[in-house]
């Protein structure tokens, strides 16, 4: 528990929610996020798989609040564990006052303390997190297409597309799996909050389409919802679209499209660079809705460990430079050596200008959302050698950077 004197007229102290502070952080939440149409018929309650729930009191009274969700994602070929930063609330009477500041030196340090090595969220307005080292790294949409023009994405002879059995369900989740640890971004969707049911998976949409190639083996998934009514207004919404074969991605789009006598639109949600768009035939591809998702690298040495391109050698010097968990601060050395990269602190760091990134550059660079060019441009990154400013682009870029779960 920690105590902080914020200013002469409000003490206020922060510290993990108990199970009697479960109905006040559920009516902040309304307050901020708006009450739901169907009120929750369960009483209030934090004991949620993967939810560590922090608040800032003032007076005994509950004054703002957030949630350190556990997730895994997958950066450079590991899944990291991941604090993801949810519901964060600041009750009206008490904003502007700065609160949020010892709430996320509370939150992020016990995050880190239970091995969370980035932290990402959905910001509602990115300035609102800047100041703690969070930065864009991507996007996750929602984006229209005309459901006829999937009609004209040509025919693939070579699969069948068929409805899911519960026993695709581990074909399906590979197909995810593989997905995800090729890019940078995605959330494992394994671990405590994610349930491993087949219900979960193939009850919750209309429908699970998979494609299945002439050899019987999976190649591809659509979760799909059919929505309501029929018609110029109607829309089919597509909540997952993968495949592992560009027959796959057509075989999948043409059976949305088959939609398109009923459902005039479909909309797909998706996040950067989708492969998706290589088969749509025109240039439709209209972004409906839009939450950008941003990165703060928490605990730096741990975020690094990860595999490299085997063969490539070199010891990096970095500094990091502004961060809102000043322990961060300071010299490391990135050591890439037999496919692995290591991160120490380095007592000294060699040069007169070093390589320096603000937390917002080690995020986009982490994420490989950037080149450091770009970040010198955004003043991001200073110092160090130009020359070498591509060895860190292959050792960071590479991969696509995407998120597909909304939290
Ligand atoms: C967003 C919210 C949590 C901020 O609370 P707050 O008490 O104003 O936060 P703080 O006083 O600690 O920090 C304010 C800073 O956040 C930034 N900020 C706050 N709201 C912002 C907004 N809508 N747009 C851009 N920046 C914003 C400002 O840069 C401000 O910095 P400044 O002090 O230099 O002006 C609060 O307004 C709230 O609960 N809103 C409704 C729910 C919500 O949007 N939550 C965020 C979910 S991601």
Partial sequence: MMVM??????????????????????????????????????PASIDQ??????????GGVLAARMIDREFDSYFGGAAVPTC????????????????????????????KERGAAVSTLFPTAPAIYRRFGYELISSFDTVQVPTHVLASVPASGAVEVRRAHPADLDAIRTIYDVWAQEQNGPLSRRGISFDDSA????????????????????????????????????????????????????????????????????????SGNDLVRLFVPSA??????????????????????????????????????????AGNNGGYVLELANGRTGCSRASTVEAQQPRTFTPAGLAQMYAGAQSSANLRVAGHL??????????????????QTHIRNFF
Avoid at 33 to 39: A, Q
Avoid at 49 to 58: C, I
Avoid at 97 to 106: H, I, N
Avoid at 287 to 304: E, G, N
């Fill in 5 to 42: 004197r914020h200013d002469e007229a409000m003490t206020v102290t922060v510290r993990a929610l108990q199970a009697d502070d479960a109905d006040v952080a559920r009516r902040l939440g309304e307050e901020a996020f708006g009450v739901p149409v169907t009120p929750p018929g369960e």
């Fill in 49 to 58: 798989a993967g939810f560590h729930w922090y608040g800032s009191f003032a």
């Fill in 84 to 111: 993801g930063i949810a519901g964060v609330t600041v009750a009206a009477e008490f904003r502007s006052r700065g609160l949020l500041s010892a709430l996320f030196t509370e939150t992020l340090g016990a995050a």
């Fill in 199 to 270: 219900a979960d998976l193939l009850d919750r949409p209309d429908g699970v389409s998979v494609a299945v190639d002439p050899a019987g083996t999976v190649s591809g998934f659509a979760r799909w919802s059919r929505g309501q009514g029929y018609g110029d207004e109607a829309s089919l919404t597509v909540v997952d679209l993968l495949a592992t074969s560009a027959d796959g991605y057509r075989g999948l789009l043409r059976t949305l499209g088959s939609f398109s006598s009923v459902t005039a639109r479909t909309r797909i949600d998706t």
């Fill in 284 to 325: 439709h591809w209209e972004i409906m809705h839009a939450a950008p998702y941003m990165l703060k690298v928490l605990d730096v040495c741990a975020a690094l460990d990860r595999p490299c391109l085997p063969g490539l050698t070199a010891d990096l010097t970095f500094m990091l430079a502004g961060d809102f968990l």
């Fill in 382 to 399: 200073s110092g160090g050698d130009p020359n070498q400013d591509l060895v860190w682009d292959a050792v960071f870029g590479g991969r």
